[in-house]
Structures are given as structure tokens and as C-alpha cells.
């Protein structure tokens, strides 16, 4: 992940999770839109969360205190022994003490898909295509852990779908804008003002 500096744990504690992640999601592969990842789906508690990575997080990377209207923390679970690919879930509470559910899940891994075969690597007229209702925001760096250019897919029956671009990369003389990361979730956590996107650029999606 492009926010994501990936810190040395202890070699026994990185090859325990990796090796037990591997089993846990190798054949969970389907991103389902606006609901989850793998085994991983919004509203699952933190304890629910490690028995299907089979361990515990590697580290936190974000949180938040809203005080009365609860707290936010972000863990980081990596996924493969050789190949080490990293998921973020974010887990929310809304009252001061209440339980942490999650409330978003991304993933840099590449089998990771949507049914109609969208994640990593794939190009935002590919998405566009699937989803008509498409819409792009972009997120400063002070809009904390996922800054960025996305083009987000709001669903019927509640929650998003948001494909990570990289517009960095180049190929001969065009630059070539690609899916880096997926994130499902209920909402962005400073949705306050109401945003929903707005219209994609006509090279993105033509």
C-alpha cells in the first residue's frame, strides 16, 4: 500500500501469521462489493477478524478517539510467507466503550476480485464499465491513512466499494492508471460534509 511503510517484526511472529493467513484466505478470493473481502466482512468483531487470518495483527497503524462517539483502530495483517502482501481493517466503535466492529477492509492482494473480475491491476475504464454510477474523489494527505485518487462505487443496499489509482506510472510516452488497492467499507470517516465524488475524467473512463 502506498501509505503503508511495512515495519520489521520479530522473523518467529511475521512467519507464525504468514504462515497461518496463507490457509485462512488463499481460497477466500472474492471481493464482494459494498460488503467485504475474502473472510474478512464489515461488521465482523476484532476476535471473529483473527480466527479467519488465523493470528493476531501484526501492528496498528491508525487511531482515532471521537470520545462519547467511540474510537477507531486500524491493524495490519500480512498475508504469505514468500510473497508478503498486506491487509488493513479498520474497526470502529460508536460508543466511548462499546464493541469494535469492522468498519472497512483493504487489500493489495492481486488474486483478491470482484464477480466481474476487478482488483489490482485492472484499469478505471474496467471499472467504470461495471459500475455506471462510478464517481472519483480525490483525498488529501490530511484526510489521514487513505489519501489518494479513487474512483468509488456507492451500493443500493448500503456501503462502497473505492479502487486505489496509481497515476504514477508510465509506459513509453502515456501514463498508464492502475488499481494499487481495494477498499470496502461503510463510509469514509470524515463524511460529515456529504461528499459523494463527482464526475470521472473522460480518460479515466472512456
Not at 510516452?173 to 470521472?200: F, H, M, P, Y
Request: with cysteine.
Amino acid at each position: 500500500m502506498r501509505t503503508l511503510i511495512a515495519l520489521v517484526a520479530a522473523t518467529g511472529l511475521a512467519a507464525a501469521v504468514g504462515a497461518t493467513s496463507t490457509a485462512s484466505v488463499s481460497h477466500e478470493t472474492r471481493i464482494t462489493p459494498g460488503k467485504g473481502i475474502g473472510k474478512v466482512q464489515l461488521g465482523m468483531t476484532l476476535p471473529q477478524v483473527r480466527r479467519a487470518f488465523g493470528g493476531p495483527p501484526l501492528y496498528s497503524v491508525w487511531r482515532n478517539n471521537f470520545g462519547s462517539r467511540g474510537r477507531y483502530i486500524e491493524y495490519v495483517w500480512e498475508v504469505g510467507a514468500m510473497d508478503i502482501r498486506v491487509w488493513k481493517v479498520g474497526f470502529r466503535s460508536t460508543t466511548r466503550n462499546g464493541p469494535l466492529r469492522v468498519l472497512r477492509a483493504g487489500t493489495s492482494v492481486s488474486a483478491q476480485r470482484t464477480p466481474e473480475g476487478l482488483g489490482v491491476g485492472s484499469l478505471p475504464r474496467d471499472i467504470a464499465r461495471a459500475y455506471p454510477n462510478v464517481v472519483c474523489e480525490f483525498r488529501s494527505q490530511r484526510e489521514k491513512g487513505w489519501y489518494g485518487t479513487w474512483m468509488v462505487v456507492q451500493h443500493p443496499g448500503g456501503g462502497m466499494t473505492a479502487f486505489d489509482l496509481d497515476t504514477s506510472g508510465v509506459a513509453g510516452t502515456e501514463t498508464v492508471i492502475k488499481v494499487i488497492e481495494v477498499l470496502v467499507q461503510r463510509s469514509w470517516l470524515n463524511d460529515d460534509d456529504g461528499r459523494v465524488g463527482a464526475k470521472c475524467p473522460e480518460d479515466y473512463v472512456g
